[in-house]
């Protein structure tokens, strides 16, 4: 399966993986088609993780997904998985976007990011998942027009990034 992010981001220089995953965030509500068209992705089958789901994802990157709603084929969210929760799960190792990196606790992402719009502490969450450290919700400007709520999540040890999810 072709990697697109990993291709488009390898042709720039270190410290720019954050950017290219931004191109996929702009992307937020375009049909899958068009990001075909546009080489954005591989024209390569979605995953759907049971029957009567309303989303199917498309693994681009090791730790990154991106989410099409079934009945419209419509870019939903970009996810980027930093601390997986399950053995075995692809983790995402490349500089992340909005100024944040791998290592910032929840206190650092609110210096970086400002005041969330929603917050959830922490969690249990279902077998073999454990504890959630909760997650912090953004809305973030990524053009003058067009704007996405960013949800950071955490570790619940220490508070540090899990993962980012953008969404409309």
Do not use: C
């Amino acid at each position: 399966m072709t990697l697109p992010l990993m291709s488009y981001a390898m042709t720039m220089s270190t410290g720019h993986m954050g950017q290219a995953i931004m191109h996929y965030v702009d992307a937020i509500g375009q049909q899958r088609s068009s990001l075909i068209a546009s080489d954005m992705i591989a024209d390569t089958p979605i995953s759907i993780l049971f029957d009567g789901a309303d989303w199917g994802t498309d693994k681009l990157a090791p730790g990154i997904e991106l989410t099409f709603w079934l009945e419209t084929m419509a870019l939903d969210k970009v996810l980027i998985i930093v601390r997986p929760r399950t053995e075995g799960a692809s983790k995402f190792e490349g500089d992340l976007p909005l100024f944040l990196n791998s290592q910032m606790d929840r206190k650092s992402v609110l210096e970086t990011l400002g005041e969330p719009i929603e917050s959830l502490g922490e969690s249990e969450g279902p077998y073999p998942l454990g504890r959630r450290g909760g997650h912090d919700v953004f809305k973030k400007a990524i053009t003058p027009t067009h704007h996405v709520k960013v949800t950071v999540s955490y570790t619940a040890d220490e508070y540090l990034i899990a993962a980012l999810a953008f969404t409309p």
